[in-house]
């Protein structure tokens, strides 16, 4: 005769669940082992010789040898893939005043490639019979007695005496920066940067342009309406060519002209 009581059923599903529970264990136990010896082999492979770095590669470096990256790094061949700390590579080349910025990638199974993006020399600052050698962003990059070609900033805030290597210039330079970066981009433009030989940014309301070769220097104003004050100062430079003196290009287009006034400097 079935059983058909609620009482009898309950302790059917109760016997049968009480047999199922050590299977059921025996699966979580199994499971779990089968992890831990998985998480093993991974650990014993990944530190097995066969991610020994061998080869170190170094892209995107022009001023900046690959030697002296790699010895930056303190990356040493032989060191498992898996040992390496990227942050840790970063900061020891990023101590390199020329490095902008790096990346740090593993390439499996013994590789490691170090990209580099550089600061390049775009200025010059005068101290005693040295230069102070600085990006566009204001970076200090070198400091050396040889002369780099490049345009020369006078005027600055900065306290060179006790300047560092990757340090910055003053926040009140800093600010200046920017518009002396328009002013030699728009002489790219106009191909007047090889006349550009010095910018005075003493005064952020009348930057001056030493252009040397021309004998002449050319005051731009604070910086607004550049290409049309560009164009001002190239028709000046054509027709008064030979004869030295200052350019006043700093006047209100809309009410004043532009002039040239002859002297010697």
Sequence with gaps: MAVNSTATKKEYKQY?????????????????????LLAIAIVFVCMSGAFNISQIVVEGNVTISSEQVVSFSGIQKGTNL?????????????????????????????????????????????????????????????????????????????????????????????????????????????QMQELITKIDISNEEDYALHLEKEGKIAYLGSGTDLNTRFLYLKAILKDQQGKTGKVFVNVDLNSEYVYFAEEQL
């Design 16 to 36: 049968y669940k009480q047999k199922e529970q050590p299977v059921s264990n025996y699966r979580i136990v199994k499971g779990f082992l089968i992890v831990i």
């Design 82 to 190: 898996f040992a390496l700390s990227k942050q840790e590579i970063m900061e020891k080349i990023k101590e390199n005043p020329f490095v902008d910025s790096v990346q740090v990638k593993r390439c499996f199974p013994n590789k490691v490639k170090l990209i580099l993006q550089e600061r390049t020399v775009e200025y010059a600052l005068p101290l005693a019979s040295s230069y102070v050698y600085i990006n566009r962003d204001g970076y200090i990059l070198e400091i050396s007695n040889q002369f780099n070609n490049v345009p020369i900033l006078l005027g600055v805030s900065t306290d060179l005496s006790n300047v560092k290597e990757n340090e910055r210039l003053a926040e009140s330079d800093l600010k200046k920066m920017n518009t002396v970066q328009k002013i030699m981009e728009m002489g790219i433009h106009h």
